[in-house]
């Protein structure tokens, strides 16, 4: 297990090597120049030249490049171009409202996804499977800032239940905190729990009609029992390898949301720094969502041994 763990951890460190590597070459091959924008049109050559310099584009590339992956060690994210304030403290502050909203979305999504898709499996051409396949086609076509809309101007401007826009303090108590975050939730869950539902209803659709639930039922085993306890677990890998791979499109898929409902999450200062051209600010946003996702996907991969036990953490299969 050691030893499976050592290569996963070194391989996702290479992978963050490589992902830094062209995120900051990337960044720097947006058109702009942060130091034209700060000054203004009116700005002198000379002056463009000093600002420049005191940002350390006069330096070689690499060496730029150490500089910030070095600091980046370090927890440090660098000087924003814009604001002339850290990186780092500004992103935490900012990744908390966008944690909220994708992990409460991801948990709804499975909530609501794993039954659905038990049930469409189990009645397969029914009526009620035909209304849950509407349900995933509408949540897999609708797009999240389409849906954002309609839930603004129903729950928002027709019923008045809810905020259209904002973000609360949980100084204000729970629900002053979190009414602000329903709409974003439902938003961003819909399609999760879409895609989800059709994995779900895809695998165990599967799996029933294999041998060993067929003796499972002739042992007698209630059908919640075959179904819930034997057929379910062996749907848990694939529905944790979607969860791990979609979790950071999720995180980076909030940006218009939260632009759409005024939250001032980590979306929308990836907008706000690609506007101002401030390369600091963007490249350690980046770099922390992209660490977050590879950490995400390093830990499904090392839980896949606890939901199957018959996966060996040699990533092969007992028998194979």
């Not at 090597?17 to 924008?37: C, K, M, N, R, Y």
């Not at 000093?50 to 070689?60: E, H, L, N």
């Not at 062996?234 to 979790?247: K, R, Y």
């Amino acid at each position: 297990m050691a030893k499976y763990m050592g290569k996963r951890l070194l391989s996702s460190l290479l992978t963050l090597l490589l992902v830094s590597i062209i995120i900051f070459s990337l960044v720097h091959l947006i058109p702009g120049d942060p130091a034209a924008i700060i000054l203004g049109p009116d700005a002198t050559v000379q002056s463009l030249e000093k600002v420049r310099a005191q940002m350390g584009f006069d330096k070689p590339i690499v060496k730029q490049y150490m500089d910030w992956i070095t600091g980046a060690l370090r927890g440090d994210l660098g000087v924003s171009y814009y604001n002339n304030a850290p990186v780092t403290p500004e992103i935490i502050r900012r990744l908390a409202p966008s944690l909220t909203i994708a992990v409460i979305a991801q948990l709804v999504a499975i909530l609501i996804s794993i039954p659905l898709g038990v049930v469409s499996a189990k009645n397969k051409g029914c009526k009620s499977d035909y209304a849950i396949s509407v349900f995933t086609l509408l949540g897999v076509s609708v797009p999240n800032f389409l849906l954002s809309l309609f839930l603004v101007l129903i729950l928002g401007v027709g019923l008045k239940v809810l905020p259209v826009s904002g973000y609360g303090s949980l100084s204000n108590g729970l629900w002053g905190y979190f009414k602000y975050l329903v709409m974003p939730i439902i938003a961003l869950s819909l399609a999760q729990a879409g895609l989800l539902t059709r994995m779900t209803k895809s695998t165990m659709s599967d799996i029933i009609n294999t041998d060993f639930m067929k003796a499972a039922k002739a042992k007698g085993l209630s059908e919640r029992n075959r179904l819930y306890k034997h057929a379910l677990r062996n749907t848990l890998s694939p529905i944790l390898t979607i969860v791990g791979q979609t979790f950071g499109s999720l995180i980076a898929g909030t940006a218009i949301i939260e632009i759409i409902f005024n939250i001032p999450g980590i979306g929308q200062l990836i907008v706000t720094s690609i506007t101002k051209r401030d390369y600091a600010q963007l490249q350690g946003i980046i770099l922390t969502v992209s660490v977050i996702y590879i950490s995400i996907n390093l830990i499904v991969d090392l839980l896949y041994g606890v939901v199957d036990p018959r996966i060996k953490l040699t990533g092969k299969k007992e028998g194979s």
